[in-house]
């Protein structure tokens, strides 16, 4: 997508043929790595400006994603001072500078801790739900993936990896794990509160994947669940 290596097939953003006008296509994509080489001598501020500058976008923008990534408070520090947190954070508002249609972000959380890995992980869910882009995630982790993910691509093993299988509908792929047998016979999918809802896997705001089927508050999440092994 990036045009770094020559591809089979093609790939169209936004109308645009990636192969043929690639420079026009990647003005459309967002990329974060895992590791963002940020200037450790520029403030907040003046990182966003500089990307700002580069991608040609009006003053507002930077003020505006300042505010909406939460960085607020941390606008006139150093990015040397920042948090390993904090820094994904400044690199995702860097990246949101030229409204990209497409994130691509490679394990962009990789290095972080467990807390913080989660609060960038909400985070990522509020902009795609207010956003509606299309983001292509890379992680090697089994439950952000299902947090994440409406689909998901697993690829081979090996440094010649290729697509394996494609799950559209992670749900139903989950259900082993996500309704298990009840010792009664009775529908495992069905809420157990009230009697005739049908279960679906959900995530919350505060973090972590549930089922739930929603009918009643009580209803809304019922079991949390974590995937992890096979």
Request: with cysteine; charged share 25%.
């Amino acid at each position: 997508l990036l045009g770094v290596m020559p591809v089979v097939g093609k790939v169209e953003i936004a109308g645009i043929d990636a192969a043929r006008e690639g420079k026009k296509a990647r003005g459309h994509i967002g990329f974060v790595p895992q590791e963002v080489p940020l200037r450790a001598d520029l403030t907040v501020v003046e990182t966003l400006d500089f990307y700002g500058r580069l991608r040609r976008c009006e003053l507002h923008r930077t003020e505006e994603l300042i505010e909406e990534i939460d960085l607020v408070a941390h606008a006139d520090k150093k990015v040397k001072h920042l948090s390993g947190g904090l820094r994904q954070r400044l690199a995702l508002a860097a990246t949101l500078l030229g409204d990209p249609q497409v994130l691509l972000l490679d394990e962009p959380f990789g290095a972080l801790d467990a807390l913080t890995r989660e609060k960038m992980n909400l985070e990522l869910l509020r902009i795609w739900k207010e956003s509606g882009k299309t983001i292509l995630f890379v992680t090697h982790d089994v439950d952000e993936a299902v947090l994440l993910s409406d689909r998901i691509v697993m690829m081979t093993n090996g440094p010649s990896a290729r697509i394996g299988e494609v799950l559209d509908k992670i749900d139903e792929f989950l259900a082993p794990h996500l309704y298990p047998a009840r010792a009664d016979g009775s529908d495992p999918r069905i809420c157990q509160v009230c009697g005739t809802g049908k279960l679906h896997l959900k995530t919350a705001r505060s973090g972590g994947a549930f089922i739930g089927c929603g009918n009643y508050p009580e209803c809304r999440y019922t079991r949390p669940i974590s995937v992890t092994g096979d």
